[in-house]
């Protein structure tokens, strides 16, 4: 199966560090409109830190798509509100 990361700009998609922060900042503005902000940030902090020592390049991949998805989901959540078009199937 091909890379999610391929819609994600490759400075993102290549350095977990800055997936990480691009985490934490969709966390904090979903959980400022949700009021439960740091229950957010701390279930991405928790996934993050369960898996930092994860050396096999297959795991490490999928755990990165499957951030890459959850950034794209909600990205597109947020075009589909403000457009009021749907963007997704």
């Known amino acids: 199966m091909p890379s999610l990361q391929k819609a ?5 998609a290549d350095n977990v560090l800055r997936l990480y922060r691009e985490c934490l900042r969709r966390a904090k503005f ?3 409109q949700k009021h439960n902000t740091e229950l957010l940030v701390t279930m991405v902090r928790q996934q993050f830190k369960k898996n930092m020592h994860e050396t096999d390049p297959e795991k490490i991949q999928k755990m990165k798509d ?3 998805r959850g950034l794209i989901n909600h990205i597109l959540y947020e075009s589909e509100k403000i ?7």
Do not use: V, Y
């Open 8 to 12: 994600l700009p490759p400075e993102l």
């Open 30 to 32: 979903i959980g400022h």
């Open 66 to 68: 499957d951030a890459a």
């Open 83 to 89: 457009t009021g078009r749907k963007f997704s199937g």
